[in-house]
């Protein structure tokens, strides 16, 4: 049974990047295609980006410019980079597994942006 | 990108009563890639249904998917207390993901 561990830094000031690392237990990156998931506080869920084990990507239009996902096989691990970090962009952020619809979810991180 | 629109907004029903979710999208949604999750506060939401009708591992028969196009349904027969929570019906038939807003079900 897949389980996701995610973890990083929960409060960032304005302007910096938001880093999250999510490692994935009990199967091989390879089979699938990993996302990252944002819900702001009381909202609903907004897809960020996926990554394959091959690093091949695909961002969500609005964010695309300030993000990067990518992956690290060897360590069974994909990460999230979020540039430029506003007050919008507080949420608890989920990695999950999955190209088309998430069957596996990390636990989830509340990222606070905060001057 | 397709705009998923969830109705009703809450929903609250007393236990052995039937729940009848719906989530509209803006365009065609192409296979039927439609799925639904339960999410419960402070959790990460489930995935109850993919492919607009087929549940996933784990999930109880009283759960129930259907539609195509771009009305879809979710059915929770003979409601129990512990599906208090909000649903969110996501679309996959383009490589942007989208997820309605969700419906809160309540159980009195």
């Known amino acids: 049974q897949v389980q996701l561990q995610q973890w990083g830094a929960g409060l960032l000031k304005p302007s910096e990047t938001l880093s999250l690392t999510c490692t994935v237990y009990?199967?091989?990156?390879?089979?699938?295609?990993w996302s990252w998931i944002r819900q702001p506080p009381g909202k609903g869920l907004e897809w960020i980006g996926e990554?394959?084990?091959?690093?091949?990507?695909n961002y969500n239009p609005s964010l695309k410019s300030r993000v990067i996902i990518s992956v690290d096989t060897s360590k069974n691990q994909f990460s999230l980079n979020l540039t430029s970090v506003t007050a919008a962009d507080t949420a608890v952020y989920f990695c999950?597994?999955?190209?088309?619809?998430?069957?596996?979810w990390g636990q989830g991180t509340l990222v606070t942006v905060s001057s | 990108e397709i705009v998923l629109t969830q109705s009703p907004g809450t929903l609250s029903l007393s236990p052995g009563e039937r729940a009848t979710l719906s989530c509209w999208a803006s365009?065609?949604?192409?296979?039927?890639?439609l799925a639904w999750y339960q999410q419960k506060p402070g959790q990460a939401p489930s995935l109850l249904i993919y492919?607009?009708?087929s549940r996933a591992t784990g999930t109880p028969d009283r759960f129930s998917g259907s539609g195509s196009g771009t009305d879809f349904t979710l059915i929770i027969s003979r409601l129990e207390p512990e599906d208090s929570a909000v649903y969110y019906c996501?679309?996959?038939?383009?490589?942007?993901?989208?997820f309605g807003h969700g419906t809160k079900l309540e159980i009195k």
């Open positions: 999950a597994r999955g190209g088309r619809f998430a069957t596996a």
């Open positions: 009990g199967g091989p990156l390879s089979l699938n295609y």
């Open positions: 990554v394959n084990h091959s690093g091949s990507t």
């Open positions: 365009q065609y949604i192409s296979n039927n890639f």
């Open positions: 492919g607009a009708s």
């Open positions: 996501q679309q996959y038939g383009t490589t942007l993901w989208t």
